[in-house]
């Protein structure tokens, strides 16, 4: 087991970690207000060939595993924490993190081709497109209801449970493939938990770091606070009535993307 008693460590540890989320969010409103911005958007994909929907697709996947660092690993920092205590040494932090983060990054390519088949969809038939207004209120309310739901909660007690769950799922050995196998159990189950409210951030279609913002400390309130708890069903009640104030289009009512 490392030692992570030492003053330095600890900066040295809090300092990278610190420096990762940080380097996220300052890249993503770098990005966001350059001209590369489009290339992060869902809406990439539409109208590209096979030739070029494959580089479209891998530029999407890196602006959305910079977002995931920037809003979903600081409400696993219990977990990375706890993992550093008990890791042989302090490097298996790497392996671990890229883990969590390819489970994230694979769900971001899911969600892009899934939404790239589902415009395909809308274009092939006229009466599907007449009603595109209603993806907002769906995604809004998929979102809302999700937090009401048995899979969520499930998620959730596994994501507020660091030590058991390291616990559970490190089993030594072949140090490396370990680590980062006990990160992509664990994005599993941070997916598990989060993905209706990431859907969102592909609604909204690009780098949009107030929906970042706010989404961010939702789950990480959820995730990593003692009373996280107390804010899943007021969030889901929140989003579901905005669903459905904009899908009964009630005036006023202001659109979320």
Do not use: N
């Amino acid at each position: 087991m490392a030692d992570f008693t030492h003053p330095l460590e600890r900066w040295l540890y809090g300092g990278a970690l610190a420096g990762l989320i940080g380097g996220a969010w300052a890249a993503l409103g770098l990005l966001g207000a350059s001209a590369y911005a489009p290339y992060f958007s869902h809406a990439v994909a539409e109208g590209a060939g096979p030739a070029t929907l494959g580089a479209r697709a891998a530029l999407f996947v890196v602006g959305w595993v910079i977002m995931s660092v920037a809003m979903m690993l600081p409400s696993s920092l219990p977990l990375v924490t706890v993992f550093r205590t008990i890791a042989p040494r302090s490097s298996l932090l790497a392996p671990l993190i890229a883990g969590y983060l390819s489970t994230w990054g694979l769900f971001g390519l899911v969600a892009l081709l899934a939404d790239a088949g589902l415009h395909t969809v809308f274009d092939l038939f006229p009466t599907l497109q007449a009603r595109s207004d209603l993806i907002a209120p769906g995604l809004l309310l998929t979102a809302g209801l999700f937090q009401f739901s048995p899979l969520k909660h499930s998620c959730l007690t596994q994501c507020r449970s660091p030590v058991g769950f390291v616990m559970r799922h490190w089993r030594g050995g072949r140090h490396v493939p370990q680590a980062f196998s006990l990160g992509v159990h664990h994005g599993v189950f941070c997916v598990g938990c989060c993905w209706a409210l990431m859907l969102l951030m592909l609604g909204v279609g690009g780098i949009h770091l107030g929906w970042m913002l706010a989404l961010g400390a939702i789950m990480f309130v959820e995730k990593a606070v003692s009373w996280g708890r107390w804010v899943t069903a007021p969030a889901g009640g929140m989003l579901t009535l905005w669903g459905l104030a904009l899908f009964l289009k009630v005036p006023g009512m202001p659109h979320p993307f």
